[in-house]
């Protein structure tokens, strides 16, 4: 049973389209962090979100994290050929160190 | 500043076989976090580092083990590989100083093939 379940696995686009990816889970989480993987590559963070409602927003990328801490999206807006990548959420539960649990992630290719 | 490293990039050994993989962490990081990453999955938390001991361990196998040494890098060690222990090896760097946010960064991974 994967704890963060991610949605959709697998998405392709066109240039300048929206998509939304989901991040869910029935446990609490005390942060949730999303990284962005290139094929042979180690994961590289784009945020970390902590508070219950929170948003942040990294250029065309919104990031939300659910009011009770369970559930992540992630917003593109106009996505573009370097979007592409494999998009996992992370999270960190309370009284449980340093692990982090991620998502099975999320294959995004956008086409020209 | 240097991110984090990992060396080799690639490895293949035979089943059966042990295998020594290392990382150095980010400046200013303390704490070191390995996990593997099966194709098409997203990484599994194998154990992390912090003054030298090992203070959380994911559902792996006491085959897996680790050290890390007073300048905060890390070696993972998998003895008698098998054929399923093929994956990609990440390591993650940290900070105790973080507190609740605590953010991990990650290294450019090892590849490791078992024949």
């Known amino acids: 049973t994967q704890l963060l379940e991610q949605s959709p696995q697998f998405l392709s686009i066109q240039e300048g389209e929206n998509l939304t990816v989901y991040c869910n889970s029935s446990s609490v989480f005390s942060s949730l962090q999303w990284y962005r993987q290139e094929p042979g590559e180690g994961p590289v963070l784009l945020v970390t979100?902590?508070?219950?409602?929170e948003v942040k927003k990294l250029k065309r990328l919104t990031f939300q994290f659910g009011d009770a801490r369970k559930d992540s999206s992630l917003h593109i807006t106009a996505a573009q050929p370097g979007d592409t990548g494999l998009y996992l959420c992370?999270?960190?539960?309370?009284?449980?160190?340093?692990?982090?649990?991620f998502g099975q992630g999320t294959e995004l290719s956008v086409k020209p | 500043d240097a991110g984090v490293t990992q060396s080799p990039t690639h490895l293949i050994k035979t089943r059966g076989q042990q295998v020594t993989l290392r990382c150095s962490p980010k400046s200013g990081h303390d704490t070191v976090s390995w996990y593997q990453q099966a194709l098409g999955q997203g990484p599994q938390f194998i154990f992390q580092?912090?003054?030298?001991?090992?203070?959380q361990r994911g559902n792996f196998p006491d085959r897996f083990s680790g050290h890390q040494f007073p300048n905060y890098s890390s070696e993972l060690n998998v003895n008698a590989l098998l054929l399923g222990d093929s994956a990609l090896y990440l390591c993650a760097s940290s900070s105790r100083g973080g507190g609740s946010i605590y953010e991990q960064y990650f290294g450019p991974g090892t590849r490791l093939t078992v024949t």
């Open positions: 580092y912090y003054e030298e001991e090992e203070r």
């Open positions: 992370a999270g960190r539960r309370e009284y449980q160190g340093g692990k982090l649990i």
């Open positions: 979100v902590v508070t219950g409602g």
